[in-house]
């Protein structure tokens, strides 16, 4: 029999014969292996354990301590849902069912609307069928067989997304599981009894393909585990998770509001939350003026031939605003403020010595979300990016990607997140730009992380048409990873604008562009500061830093002595002279998550003094103010990000 060498990840390798799966390649190595494996990677493909390989590869093992194979284990669990489904319901059509960043969902179309106590039904069907073991059977069919077997079956969803396929340029497999059978690109994990701690956490609606002209499926979301500890920590992190959400927050702290009835997906800054925010974008604009940038603002619209020239209108415009007439003339609401910098750098002739320009701006954009994934402050149709973008020479577009990757450290650590990720993304099939220089671009990438001393995962093939990047994902206190940060290089804008630069050399050469997002947007990234903070924001961020408590009407002049020279040292604090006890006081400012409350009575006002009690801590005792003052002002300048 013929014979393939695999590669394995420390480099060696190994003859096995031609067709061997990667099952039987794992148990060659050990049963343990072969037991947690759950799918390979084969030439940088995911595929099932027991698929034939037939030609030399290189090959890695995916256990649940992986990305990917906690990919394949939720997006197996989807289907053993959907499974249990039809066991159920025998007139279910399913949608899709993806793994997502933390378990799966599947959208089904049933006769009957589930509740949460039928969740409890399924999830009992699932267990009973993972105990069964039955094997993941991969199956490849033509576009005609698998659209008249969906047919037959009656599922016109699955027809559906047939009739788009294209046949020649991928491959249109099932999966076989017991009597269910599903429409997959797949892999799968080995068999239903991989599956083991199951729950099944909410439903929702959802049109089916984010279409509102279509009809309205049911969403079931769930979460699976191999183990029974590994369930209970995450559903415990859900509970926290719940107390953290930053809708919630949102309203009982009284940051912001969205009003559907005056337009979806737009965000009301109320005056608490406004003050966070004018210390985050005041913060923002400093260190950017410190790192060597300049602040660009731009308009809101331009004519339509900018966003034509920029290709948006080809590539972007269902997610853009429809046109507006002005003058006969059409205008677009800006999606992004990329063009309008170019405009800016066309506005005169530039020299090598001009280089770098460091732009950037806090500019509001606008981008058409369909209104079944609006989200809170997550995913909004209105929104200020936090934006910039580099200008340079070849040869300085290392050196600037270092500075960038210096800066969003520092940006992080500021607002109190230490663990950081980095995702290299490179040259994907279609792209544009001579390969020169997507090499050039990603060997800079790649120099400028392991400059630093990153380690950095490769997402073959994940970059953008117009150029590869590097993302960032942050962690916040519960563990969950935020994709945040972009540095982004762009081939198409300098060519479609035909930007140039005087080089040294007297000729017209071709800067390279790269954008630049740290914090992302300033909405989203507060969605995300509420919640990793629980809503007690550190001293320097919170809208109120200090709240003055008289304890009762007779130490009303003091408090005022006491608050006036809280202002004076620019320190936030509210003065609370309501008719109320002074236990109630203290619990309503408690719930408001206020760092510092200063208690004055009778002792307080005859010392001279004031009583602090700190958030979640309590009394912390006596204290000189001219000392709190100094303690808080510290504090405050050294943005000190200890949760409070």
């Not at 067709?19 to 039987?24: D, H, L, N, R, W």
């Not at 801590?617 to 405050?636: M, V």
Request: hydrophobic residues 35%.
């Amino acid at each position: 029999m013929d014979k393939i060498k695999i590669t394995f990840p420390d480099g060696n390798s190994k003859e096995f014969d031609k067709g061997v799966t990667a099952y039987q390649i794992a148990e060659s190595i050990s049963p343990r292996l072969a037991k947690e494996a759950l799918a390979a990677k084969v030439n940088g493909n995911v595929i099932d354990l027991y698929r034939p390989i037939e030609h030399d590869t290189t090959i890695k093992f995916l256990t649940f301590n992986d990305e990917e194979g906690k990919e394949v284990y939720w997006h197996s669990t989807s289907h053993l849902m959907a499974h249990a489904i039809q066991e159920i319901y025998p007139e279910a059509k399913f949608g899709v069912g993806p793994a997502i960043d933390a378990g799966f969902y599947y959208d089904v179309d049933i006769n009957s609307t589930l509740h949460e106590d039928d969740l409890k039904k399924i999830e009992d069907k699932m267990i009973e069928l993972s105990k069964k073991d039955e094997r993941f059977e991969r199956v490849e069919l033509s576009k005609e067989e698998a659209i008249e077997f969906f047919r037959k079956k009656g599922d016109q969803y699955k027809v559906e997304l047939l009739s788009e396929m294209d046949e020649n340029s991928e491959t249109i497999s099932i999966y076989n599981e017991g009597n269910f059978t599903d429409l997959c690109r797949g892999p799968h994990v080995p068999s239903t009894g991989k599956i083991k701690y199951v729950k099944l956490l909410n439903i929702s609606g959802s049109y089916w393909r984010g279409d509102e002209k279509n009809k309205q499926l049911q969403r079931i979301y769930g979460i699976s585990f191999p183990k029974k500890k590994m369930l209970e920590e995450y559903l415990q992190l859900l509970e926290e998770a719940k107390k953290r959400d930053h809708r919630k927050l949102g309203k009982q702290l009284d940051l912001f509001s969205t009003h559907e009835e005056a337009g979806a997906g737009l965000i009301y800054w109320h005056p608490k939350g406004a003050r966070v925010r004018l210390e985050i974008e005041d913060y923002w604009r400093k260190a950017h003026l410190n790192s060597g940038y300049e602040i660009l603002y731009s308009p809101h619209m331009g004519k339509s031939w900018l966003w034509e020239k920029s290709g948006h209108l080809d590539f972007y415009k269902e997610s853009m605003f429809a046109e507006m007439k002005v003058d006969d003339q059409d205008y677009y609401i800006k999606p992004m403020n990329c063009p309008f910098h170019i405009m800016i750098y066309k506005s005169k002739l530039r020299s090598y010595r001009d280089l770098p320009l460091r732009w950037a701006e806090l500019g509001t954009v606008y981008r058409y979300e369909k209104s079944g994934v609006l989200h809170g402050l997550l995913r909004v149709r209105g929104f200020t990016q936090d934006d910039a973008h580099i200008f340079c020479t070849h040869e300085q577009v290392e050196t600037e990607i270092i500075e960038v990757i210096r800066f969003a450290r520092m940006m992080w650590k500021a607002f109190g997140f230490e663990e950081l990720k980095y995702y290299l993304s490179t040259k994907p099939e279609k792209a544009v730009g001579d390969d020169s220089l997507w090499h050039k671009a990603e060997d800079s990438l790649k120099k400028a992380l392991e400059n630093e001393n990153l380690d950095y995962e490769i997402d073959e093939g994940g970059g953008a048409f117009y150029g590869p990047k590097i993302d960032i994902k942050v962690r916040d206190a519960l563990k969950r990873e935020w994709q945040m940060s972009t540095i982004q290089f762009d081939f198409n804008l300098p060519e479609r604008f035909d930007m140039s630069y005087i080089g040294e050399d007297g000729q017209e050469h071709r800067p390279f562009m790269v954008h630049r997002a740290l914090l992302g947007s300033i909405e989203r990234f507060f969605g995300v500061l509420i919640e990793h903070f629980g809503g007690a924001f550190p001293v320097w961020l919170a809208p109120v830093q200090v709240a003055v408590i008289p304890v009762s009407q007779h130490f009303f002049d003091y408090a005022r002595k006491v608050t006036d020279e809280l202002k004076k040292h620019d320190i936030r604090v509210e003065l609370d002279e309501r008719n109320e006890k002074i236990g109630y006081k203290i619990r309503d400012w408690e719930t408001q998550k206020v760092p510092y409350m200063l208690i004055l009575g009778e002792k307080e006002q005859t010392a001279g003094n004031i009583s602090v009690r700190k958030h979640k801590e309590g009394d912390k005792g006596a204290l000189g103010l001219k000392e709190f003052i100094d303690n808080i002002t510290i504090q405050i300048k050294n943005k000190d990000y200890t949760i409070s």
